[in-house]
Antibody, heavy 120, light 108 residues
Framework: EVQLVESGGGLVQPGGSLRLSCAASGFTFSNYELHWVRQAPGKSLEWVSAVATTGGTFYADSVKGRFAISRENAKNSLYLQLNSLGAGDTAVYYC??????????????WGQGTKVIVSS | EIVLTQSPGTLSLSPGERATLSCRASQSVRSSSLAWYQQKPGQAARLLIYDASRRATGIPDRFSGSGSGTDFALTINRLEPEDFAVYFCHQYGGSPRTFGQGTKVEIK
């Protein structure tokens, strides 16, 4: 079965750090661009970051310089390092897989999400 | 940034009825690069439609997508009990990718 499973969320104080993980199974991990998308309470979904098959990385302006995405193909794993966290980063974070191809495509697989709460 | 506005916020319908959901973009979505997803509490979101009108693998034909430019729609014919959920649209034709705020389809 093709699936993505996130972990690593939790309660963290403002200014703190957290590392999210996403374990993939059921497909050739190295062939796909992967993303993190988040949803704050009562808000719409927000694209956060992406890592290409080449290892190139992309970030939303709201997290640039604070978050770092990475992938480890040998372990079929995606990561998101969250630093300098603020209340605005409180959200459910989803790992997603982009449809394969040249250009930008929809997300054909989503994880169930991991919740991050930034609070003192 | 392309802003996607979905309407209505909530749709109250009975099983067997047709649901029509709207997604309007603040500017034209390049190459009809728009997708629709279904989300249920505690479950992973599911891709229903991509490229505005292409059904994803395994999606029943009661789900259909239409539209281009700035106006898109998702139609669900003959609602089944498992179709009551939140639906959101997503444009990937421009950077950054953006999402609508969602439409909840609830049982009347």
């Amino acid at each position: 079965e093709v699936q993505l499973v996130e972990s690593g969320g939790g309660l963290v104080q403002p200014g703190g750090s957290l590392r999210l993980s996403c374990a993939a199974s059921g497909f050739t991990f190295s062939n796909y661009e992967l993303h993190w998308v988040r949803q704050a309470p009562g808000k719409s979904l927000e694209w956060v970051s992406a890592v290409a098959t080449t290892g190139g990385t992309f970030y939303a302006d709201s997290v640039k310089g604070r978050f770092a995405i990475s992938r480890e193909n040998a372990k079929n794993s995606l990561y998101l390092q969250l630093n300098s966290l603020g209340a605005g980063d409180t959200a459910v974070y989803y790992c997603t897989r982009e449809q394969t191809g040249t250009g930008m495509f929809a997300f054909d697989i989503w994880g169930q999400g991991t919740k991050v709460i930034v609070s003192s | 940034e392309i802003v996607l506005t979905q309407s209505p916020g909530t749709l109250s319908l009975s099983p067997g009825e047709r649901a029509t959901l709207s997604c309007r973009a603040s500017q034209s979505v390049r190459s009809s690069s728009l997708a629709w997803y279904q989300q249920k509490p505690g479950q992973a979101a599911r891709l229903l439609i991509y490229d505005a009108s292409r059904r994803a693998t395994g999606i029943p034909d009661r789900f259909s997508g239409s539209g281009s430019g700035t106006d898109f729609a998702l139609t669900i014919n003959r609602l089944e009990p498992e179709d009551f959920a939140v639906y959101f649209c997503h444009q990937y034709g421009g950077s950054p990718r953006t999402f609508g705020q969602g439409t909840k389809v609830e049982i009347k």
